[in-house]
Nanobody, 120 residues
Framework: QVQLVESGGGLVQPGGSLRLSCAAS????????MGWYRQAPGKQRELVAT???????NYADSVKGRFTISRDNAKNTVYLQMNSLKPEDTAVYYC??????????????WGKGTLVTVSS
């Protein structure tokens, strides 16, 4: 069984930084794209950033130049370095991965989310 577990959320002041991590575990044959999404209170879940297995990245316009996504394929882990945080970045951040398990079909997996609060 495949699991995604996020860590690194918390409370930070405006202008501060946080680093989120998401580790995939279980019966994994390969991982294609990985990404981060977020959902603020009262809003729909939105894309933050994605990264392919080859390292190509894509960012939401709202985080370009402030957030950096990276991954360690040997550890099945994706990271999100968040700098210059703003109150509007406050949200639950979810990890997503397109995973092909050893048995069965490939599919999207989601973590349970980690809360990021940007406030003074």
């Amino acid at each position: 069984q495949v699991q995604l577990v996020e860590s690194g959320g918390g409370l930070v002041q405006p202008g501060g930084s946080l680093r989120l991590s998401c580790a995939a575990s279980g019966s994994i044959f390969s991982i294609n794209a990985m990404g981060w999404y977020r959902q603020a209170p009262g809003k729909q879940r939105e894309l933050v950033a994605t990264i392919t297995s080859g390292g190509s990245t894509n960012y939401a316009d709202s985080v370009k130049g402030r957030f950096t996504i990276s991954r360690d394929n040997a550890k099945n882990t994706v990271y999100l370095q968040m700098n210059s945080l703003k109150p509007e970045d406050t949200a639950v951040y979810y990890c997503n991965a397109d995973i092909l398990p050893w048995l069965g079909d490939g599919m999207d997996y989601w973590g349970k989310g980690t809360l990021v609060t940007v406030s003074s």
